[in-house]
């Protein structure tokens, strides 16, 4: 019999929910993130863990994390998830190469690894509502910049009692980016380009989350909006799963013996990830180090060295740019518990983020980060690591992934640990093609078109393009709605059939 968890806020004391409250309101009332009020320890073998496949072992984590959820419909949940959207049996395959284990997180429907959490989060939002006797559909709002809109619409696709619309600024992703998400199917997918940039399309989202007329003529036709932001909870708990996983597979593997310690390299943006890895760290797995990797937009290695958190500098578009990032939202998580679960304290530190762009904290509080280890790639760095690694190996990977495999060189060649180490894989080379193979070989790939050069990774890669770049030759175009930035709000109800 697990015992019930219950979550707070991050910002006052007095919030207690559960967790398919959390799930279902993503951020609370007061601004704060929910947290577990106490990390639960894993209450099966790492043996027994050992023997069992990737949905048995994100049953046995996440149950302690949902504890308001029945066997059946947690079970239910992660069998709709993990299933022949990825294109792999293993979910998250180990790569050995180049001295590290490559825990590949990039097999699912968008091929990189918001699909990990996505592909749950829809049907723990659905069972959340069920349980809270929410009869209402629930709209999927996103403002997205490219990436995280694809994944959400591929994780929504045809899941009953939901709908999912997404705006992107038109003149303002990839032609590859804007190819995946207007030929998304299902029949509750909408998919709108906005005359504006992205951060009209945020702010227009964000003013209608904020709208309680529009709430209530939501209510009155049967739906209410939810966010599949990174900052859910239930984005966070599945991505503790594939730590426990990778972990397991070493010992199954006999790569390591019961009870070893293994390091762990992420390539940091919003800290989602990585805190997964703390998390499954606090559960009891045996991890030492938590290695954060950043690109040129380092204000996490800063943070480490310094124990001062400063957004204050100026923004680096580089090849890397799902981690290009001032404010990492989940890193408030962290604070909250090195202040000793303390909303006060943390409350302070974020209003003084908000407010100075900059907040440092106590040496107690530095004290607990020693398991952290912080430093970056420059973008030279960067392609240098894709470089070396093919050539040494034949392994390709993606710029997000080479971040962390040459941040973890530098940590070597700092500590001469030896710990056997994971590196968290977060997407496919085939989605990051053109800075790849610019790393590969520059000279000989410039003048080859983007699907030319896929042709090419697939070749020298040895490694068949996936379904996902497939489809993108191929499909037909679904969606072509473009609206002005001011009229958001009348496309939304039109979808949705309101007066
Ligand atoms: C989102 C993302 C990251 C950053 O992950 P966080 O959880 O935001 O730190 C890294 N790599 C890729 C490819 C991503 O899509």
Redesign the pocket.
């Known amino acids: 019999m697990v015992m019930s968890l219950l979550y707070r806020s991050t910002r006052s004391a007095d919030v207690k929910v559960t967790a398919s409250q959390a799930i279902l309101k993503g951020l609370a009332a007061d601004g704060g993130l929910y947290v577990p009020e106490s990390i639960p320890a894993l209450d099966v073998s790492l043996e027994e863990l050992a023997g069992m496949d990737y949905r048995e072992v994100a049953y046995e984590v996440m149950k302690l994390f949902i504890t308001d959820f029945t066997e059946e419909e947690l079970k239910n949940c992660i069998n709709k998830a993990y299933d022949s959207k990825f294109d792999t049996d293993e979910i998250a395959p180990l790569v050995n190469a180049d001295g590290a284990y490559f825990l590949e997180l ?1 097999h699912g429907a968008t091929i ?3 699909d990990m959490a996505l592909s749950i989060l829809p049907h723990l939002l659905t069972t959340s509502a069920r349980k809270n006797n929410i009869k209402n559909d629930i709209v999927i709002l996103t403002a997205t910049s490219g ?2 809109g694809k994944a959400a619409l591929a994780g929504f696709a045809d899941v009953k009692g939901t709908k999912i619309i997404v705006f992107y600024p038109k003149h303002g992703v990839s032609p590859i980016q804007e190819k995946q998400m207007v030929t998304q199917k299902g029949d509750n997918t909408y998919v709108v380009g906005i005359e504006g940039n992205f951060d009209d399309a945020q702010t227009g989202v964000k003013t209608m989350f904020g709208d309680s007329e529009l709430a209530k003529e939501l209510d009155a036709n049967g739906f209410q909006f939810s966010s599949a932001n ?1 900052i859910n909870i239930g984005r966070l708990v599945p ?1 503790v799963v594939y730590y426990v996983y990778a972990y397991t597979r070493l010992l199954a593997n006999n790569e390591i013996k019961n009870g070893d310690r293994i390091n762990v390299v ?10 997964a890895a703390y998390y499954a760290k606090n559960m009891g797995l045996p991890i030492a180090k938590l290695i954060c990797a950043s690109n040129e937009n380092k204000v996490l290695f800063d943070f480490f060295k310094t124990g001062t958190y400063d957004r204050n500098r100026e923004f680096v578009l580089t090849s ?1 740019p ?2 290009d ?1 001032l404010i ?1 939202s ?1 890193l408030e998580r962290l604070i909250y518990r090195i202040a000793g679960d303390d909303a006060n304290t943390n409350k302070e530190l974020m209003d003084s983020l908000k407010k100075d762009g900059r907040y440092t904290i106590t040496d107690d509080m530095r004290a607990k980060l020693e398991d952290f280890y912080g430093n970056y790639a420059s973008e030279a760095e960067t392609a240098e690591a894709i470089k070396s690694i093919y050539y040494n190996t034949g392994y390709v990977i ?1 710029t ?2 080479a971040v962390a495999a040459s941040v973890y060189k530098k940590y070597v060649a700092e500590t001469s640990d030896e710990t056997k180490t994971v590196i968290a894989s ?2 496919s080379p085939f ?1 990051f093609t053109r800075s790849v193979m610019d790393a590969i070989d520059k000279a000989k790939y410039d003048k080859m078109t983007d699907f030319e050069l896929v042709d090419e990774l697939s070749r020298i890669a040895n490694v068949a393009v996936p379904q996902a770049i497939e489809d993108i030759r191929t499909a037909p175009v679904l969606h072509d709605r473009v609206c002005d930035k001011t009229e958001m709000k009348a496309v939304v109800k039109d979808i949705l059939g309101i007066k």
């Open positions: 990039f990189a690894f918001k990436d995280t990174s991505q992420v390539p940091t943006g919003n800290f989602g990830n990585i805190l890397s799902s981690m990032i990492s989940n993606d997000h992934t977060t997407a989605k």
